[in-house]
């Protein structure tokens, strides 16, 4: 279950900085190349094709065992706040790989993001006095957008992911 849920929070993650990649891409090359984003959608869609694939031999492993089940039916019997559903298990390669690619993008694609929204910024900016002012305008609020797209995750997902961690490491020792 903690792997499903990160990896849907990973591929939306993966769809906003896809989204980013493509506004790079239009204001860095005038014509757009259809090499150049499908080698960036094929990298991403290799991501999430890994991590789903260790999320199914995870739950063939992990969960579909009758032992498996009988040890949470046991330990769920008296509990009535709560249930344990798994645990994540690092021992095991399929998560820590999983595990790896989702720590990975959450502290890679924000750094990224912010690469490319400079870059995009460092070539609409000097140009932005040359325009008329309803093309200014429109210039500045695709930049506050972009800006917004790139900082919003970075408040609202590292911050929450980051205590996950510490938990998850905690529990480790």
């Not at 094929?42 to 065992?65: D, K, R, Y």
């Not at 609409?124 to 797209?149: A, C, M, N, V, W």
């Amino acid at each position: 279950m903690f792997h499903t849920l990160q990896s849907s929070a990973m591929i939306s993650t993966l769809s906003a900085f896809f989204t980013i990649y493509m506004k790079y891409d239009a204001s860095e090359y005038v014509i757009p190349s259809k090499r150049r984003i499908g080698t960036v959608a094929g990298i991403l869609i290799s991501i999430v094709a890994v991590s789903v694939t260790c999320e199914v031999f995870l739950i063939f492993m992990q969960s579909w065992p009758a032992d498996i089940r009988e040890h949470y039916y046991i330990l769920n019997q008296n509990l009535t706040d709560y249930a344990n559903v798994g645990f994540v298990d690092l021992s095991v390669l399929p998560s820590a790989i999983n595990y790896v690619i989702i720590n990975t993008l959450v502290l890679g694609i924000p750094i990224t993001a912010e690469f490319l929204r400079r870059k995009v910024s460092s070539k609409i900016t000097p140009t932005i006095d040359t325009i008329s002012e309803s093309k200014r305008s429109q210039t500045r609020t695709f930049l506050k957008g972009l800006t917004i797209q790139v900082v919003l995750p970075l408040f609202l997902y590292v911050p929450v992911f980051l205590c996950q961690l510490y938990t998850t490491i905690a529990s480790e020792f």
